[in-house]
Nanobody, 124 residues
Framework: QLRLVESGGGSVQPGGSLRLSCESSGYSLKYYGVGWFRQAPGKAREAISCIDNTGGGIYYGHSVKGRFTISREDTKIYLQMNNLRPEDTAIYYC???????????????????WGQGTQVTVSS
């Protein structure tokens, strides 16, 4: 099964950048679609972006569109985050599943495999 591990989180000032990575220590991510989610304290988990197993099917949440970019290279999934804002502060999770979708990212209920999350803090 997939055992997902996120990395790349940290603390940055507003306007800064981070690149998150997601990979599996179990089965390869090659055949799985992946979603990025985040959860800020006291808030519901939010879908950020998704990508399918072919590298297509890319969508972004409204709050990050134009600032974040999802990509995949071999068995790693990346989330490049630019122009970070304090409201981007959250724990970021990647999730994997074999699925198909149209027009928007699948909700969290469709992903069976989750990482432990990586903290992103944006503060001056």
């Amino acid at each position: 099964q997939l055992r997902l591990v996120e990395s790349g989180g940290g603390s940055v000032q507003p306007g800064g950048s981070l690149r998150l990575s997601c990979e599996s220590s179990g089965y390869s991510l090659k055949y799985y679609g992946v979603g990025w989610f985040r959860q800020a304290p006291g808030k519901a988990r939010e879908a950020i972006s998704c990508i399918d197993n072919t590298g297509g099917g890319i969508y972004y949440g409204h709050s990050v569109k134009g600032r974040f970019t999802i990509s995949r290279e071999d068995t790693k999934i990346y989330l490049q985050m630019n122009n970070l804002r304090p409201e981007d502060t959250a724990i970021y999770y990647c999730a994997g599943e074999v699925l198909s979708y149209d027009n928007e990212c699948p909700g969290e209920q469709y992903y069976a495999y989750w990482g432990q999350g990586t903290q992103v803090t944006v503060s001056s």
